[in-house]
């Protein structure tokens, strides 16, 4: 098992952080679909403002991660992994980054259809499936992140009375 090496209370930050680019970029998409559907500008805007928010959490979550990323032996299928997870990392900061200056601060005329943003949009979701696929083997299969204390499954999730 690896510890995960930045901590708050002996609670690894990476995962801790990662739920608000997850859920801001997945609402973005959610907005453009309302947006697509009802062809009120304010939910375009709403997209482009989550976007940002997401863009923001997911370089906050990339700081302590990369800490983790350190602690990972070369050479080992989990660093592997953590590399393909870091890599899908960065390219969805730059895809998000990309889409925000697409959109022009979140103006639009109304009733416009901006596929090309709600495509990329789509896409960044898609590949935020597989990073957090592959941030699950991190912890379910390889446990980095977690902190063992010499203790066997068994005795970790032994049954409460």
């Known amino acids: 098992m690896q ?11 990476h995962p ?62 989990a660093r592997q992994i953590a590399t393909y997870h870091m890599g899908i990392g960065v390219t969805l900061a730059i895809l998000y980054f990309a889409n925000l200056l697409l959109r022009d601060w979140g103006v639009i005329a109304a009733n416009q259809q901006p ?5 990329l949009n789509l896409v960044g979701v898609l590949l935020i499936g ?11 299969k390889h446990g980095v992140g977690v902190e063992e204390k010499g203790r066997t499954g068994e005795e970790r999730f ?4």
């Open 3 to 13: 510890p995960a090496r930045a901590k708050i209370m002996g609670h690894p930050i």
């Open 16 to 77: 801790m952080l990662v739920v608000f680019p997850i859920g801001l970029y997945i609402i973005s998409f959610v907005f453009d679909l309302v947006y697509l559907s009802i062809g009120d500008p304010f939910w375009f805007r709403m997209a482009y403002w989550t976007m940002l928010g997401g863009l923001i959490g997911n370089v906050a979550a990339a700081i302590p991660g990369f800490l983790d990323y350190l602690t990972l032996p070369p050479k080992t299928e």
């Open 115 to 119: 596929w090309g943003v709600v495509i």
């Open 130 to 140: 597989l990073q957090g696929w592959l941030g699950g083997e991190l912890v379910y």
């Open 158 to 161: 032994r049954r409460v009375a």
